[in-house]
């Protein structure tokens, strides 16, 4: 509880944009709505203006605990850079969760920068995959999160009024540390480096 109230949950609560009202039946929309979170906290990771979105996303999996807390309740981890075909080429989603309570996917698509309309299409061409791959009949329609640096709340509400799949949009903030404290945790670039010296480990343990 002191967590939340330190990063401040209550005003950040259901404050991503969302097309949810026009994309899901009433209920879920409300809930998968309150869901979603604007801005995102990952103040558990360093970033620099070089950083990349895969650095970005090796940091997160590297505080994967950390990263479900900072989602909410009812997340699941399923995978990262998530291969889907379609037709003959080959995709890859950043992030891809179940929600528990919303029974439904959820992708993340991971932004360096600012929010662009493009973004909506990409995320839309993404759920309908995993709707028609991935999703169980029962499951609910997949949602997407969009998480950029920054956004233009125009500008997001204009890219997702014709977009027929329920994605948000949201802002992601790492620099809410003391600066006397920022400089005693690892960049990116360094955590990037510790997962691919345990990814080669477990590959030589693998062959032996």
Do not use: W
């Amino acid at each position: 509880m002191s967590v939340q109230i330190d990063t401040r949950l209550y005003q950040r609560q259901g404050k991503a944009i969302t097309n949810f009202q026009s994309t899901l039946p009433a209920l879920q929309s409300d809930f998968a709505h309150d869901v979603l979170k604007d801005p995102y906290i990952f103040d558990f990771i360093t970033t620099g203006d070089d950083t990349k979105e895969r650095h970005i996303q090796n940091a997160l999996l590297a505080h994967i605990q950390r990263f479900l807390l900072e989602l909410g309740v009812g997340f699941t981890f399923v995978g990262s850079n998530y291969h889907v075909v379609v037709g003959d080429e080959d995709f890859y989603l950043d992030l891809l969760f179940y929600h528990l309570h919303l029974r439904c996917f959820v992708v993340i698509d991971l932004k360096k920068g600012s929010f662009k309309p493009e973004h909506a299409g990409k995320m839309n061409f993404y759920l309908v995959a995993v709707d028609k791959q991935i999703k169980h009949p029962s499951d609910n329609p997949t949602i997407g999160l969009i998480l950029c640096e920054t956004k233009s709340k125009v500008t997001a509400e204009y890219a997702l009024t014709n977009i027929a799949s329920p994605v948000g949009v949201a802002t992601y903030n790492t620099a809410s540390l003391p600066d006397e404290l920022k400089d005693q945790l690892p960049d990116v670039t360094a955590l990037e480096a510790s997962l691919q010296k345990v990814k080669e480990s477990i590959e030589g343990e693998e062959t032996q």
